[in-house]
């Protein structure tokens, strides 16, 4: 064992073999500091960089690329000579199926049980320490060879291991943290080693009675997967097929999934996923294509901000439903009921449109400048079946509605006992409808959780109450607003009569949200 010594590369022929392996066995380019192309290659090339002296004016005359049916990638190369070489990496057990020879300190040597064994087993201690492990190899071929078919990958003669170490971002654990609390499970499917996935899934600490390999899965029929996908949520050395069969499996059992990929292989996945989301650096044109999403700086994270975001957008259309539908069902009511009943309008058809003109603009627009909720990733996710128009919003529609017709004919009948001027009736009414929709509106700034703490956290909420007051001042004492609207200036006592009719819907419905707790009764 070298570990931690300072060593020169030279006195190690095997060492110097694997890091040119790495090097021309590669697709990855490094120009001024940057690296192009897949990052465990840049990191074998970087690897093989790092010896100073190290360069190889070999052209590459063939390359069969890495599928992850087949776990490994070759080249063929031609260095300055003519001599021409195959060269191979890939899953270690995978070119070790495919080698008759290793190089040892001797010189190549014929590749038996035990050293195959040693090989392995190497591996394996690399692969738990969450290392991912490349296997490569070499086969010298007759000069007038161009073209490499896979079946040409034989009598390989192994040269090494390369294992590098790609750590998930500081982020994600907390990622999946907040994923586990939304109700979101996460699943890992990588090509890497069984070790290496058990690794790195213990550091995300994601969920998982171990791990299984796609070589396992081939040996499951589909119930059996089934039941394994309850308690398993890691995947390795998989298969473009198995990943597919996975989604299709969690599917047919009614989860929504959305897959992350950025390989071609991964494009299956990505296209029979409720959301495919590709990577937009370092992903293949084939799996943006066939994503729903692109990721423009490759980031788990991100998936998670845009779900609360996502989330926070259906939330705020809930509010403005629940604040809408309730106040424009109580005016229709007003209306229709005096209709019904052969009553005095209690509007004027221009009044009504002055309403809805009005809190439609300045009353519902700042619902959507709302604060996001700081719960949105503690609760479960919506079932897909779960209709927009909430029962919530069908009791607060019913809840409403009854208390703005209550006020509003209560005024109306008093006005017109007491002083008989119908326009004055109805400019009490047009206010009392205002200042319902601005106490109700308080109300909508959480459909579920009580709002006393949050009234002043919305400024643009504040600067519409405050040009709706103004305008209703205007209609309800400027001459020719009233001329126009059939209004007529109202006492400082028919004024104040208003506020405690109106702000009862506040209370009653914040009353309504503590019975929902209390008791324990379905939110939704």
């Not at 294992?163 to 586990?180: L, Q, Y």
């Not at 106490?439 to 504040?462: A, E, Q």
Request: charged share 20%.
């Amino acid at each position: 064992m070298l570990t931690n010594n300072k060593v020169d590369p030279y006195q190690y022929p095997t060492l110097i073999e694997t890091l040119k392996a790495g090097y021309l066995c590669n697709e990855s380019s490094y120009n001024d500091g940057v690296i192009t192309g897949d990052p465990t290659e840049g990191a074998l090339l970087i690897a093989a960089k790092k010896i100073s002296s190290f360069e190889l004016n070999h052209k590459q005359v063939d390359i069969i690329p890495f599928e992850s049916e087949r776990r490994f990638m070759a080249t063929l190369n031609e260095d300055e000579n003519g001599k021409r070489v195959i060269y191979v990496k890939g899953s270690p057990e995978k070119i070790l199926e495919h080698s008759d020879h290793y190089i040892s300190g001797s010189g190549k040597a014929t590749l038996d049980d035990s050293r195959v064994t040693a090989i392995t087993n190497k591996a394996d201690e690399m692969a738990s320490l969450g290392l991912r492990v490349i296997g490569l190899a070499y086969l010298e071929i007759e000069s007038n060879i161009t073209t490499i078919e896979p079946l040409d990958i034989s009598n390989l003669t192994f040269v090494g291991l390369q294992g590098m170490i790609d750590p998930p971002r500081e982020e994600v654990k907390e990622s999946i943290k907040k994923c586990k609390s939304a109700g979101i499970r996460v699943i890992m499917i990588t090509g890497d080693h069984v070790l290496t996935a058990s690794a790195i899934g213990r550091k995300l600490r994601i969920d998982s009675e171990g791990a299984i390999s796609g070589s396992d899965i081939d040996k499951l029929s589909d119930e059996d997967v089934i039941k394994t996908l309850k308690h398993v949520s890691v995947f390795a050395r998989t298969s473009p097929e198995h990943k597919l069969r996975i989604v299709n499996l969690l599917q047919s059992q009614g989860e929504i999934v959305a897959v992350t990929g950025d390989g071609i292989n991964d494009a299956p996945a990505l296209k029979s996923a409720d959301i495919g989301i590709s990577m937009g650096r370092t992903g293949t044109e084939v799996s943006r294509d066939a994503s729903d999403m692109v990721l423009t700086d490759d980031n788990f994270a991100t998936i998670v901000a845009a779900i609360e975001e996502g989330r926070d957008v259906y939330s705020k259309i809930q509010k403005i439903m629940g604040w809408l539908l309730p106040t424009n069902v109580g005016l229709a009511l007003i209306v229709m009921v005096a209709i019904i009943l052969g009553l005095t309008l209690p509007l004027l058809p221009v009044q009504v449109l002055w309403i809805n003109m009005v809190t439609a603009v300045f009353l519902g627009v700042p619902i959507a400048m709302e604060q996001r909720e700081k719960n949105l990733l503690k609760t479960k996710p919506r079932p897909p079946s779960e209709p927009l128009l909430l029962p919530l919003i069908k009791r607060r529609i019913a809840l409403v509605g009854l208390l703005m017709v209550l006020g509003a004919f209560t005024l109306f009948s008093l006005e017109i006992q007491n002083s008989g001027d119908i326009d004055k009736a109805r400019t009490i009414v047009l206010n009392t409808i205002i200042c319902f929709q601005i106490f109700y509106l308080f109300n909508t700034k959480s459909m579920y959780d009580y709002v006393f703490k949050n009234i002043f956290t919305n400024r643009y909420m504040w600067f519409g109450i405050a040009t709706t007051i103004i305008l209703q001042t205007l209609i309800t004492f400027n001459p020719t607003m009233n001329f126009l609207f059939g209004t007529a200036p109202l006492t400082f006592q028919s004024l104040i009569i208003i506020i405690p009719i109106a702000s009862s819907v506040f209370f009653i419905v914040e009353f309504e949200k503590y019975l929902y707790k209390k008791f324990k009764w379905n939110q939704n």
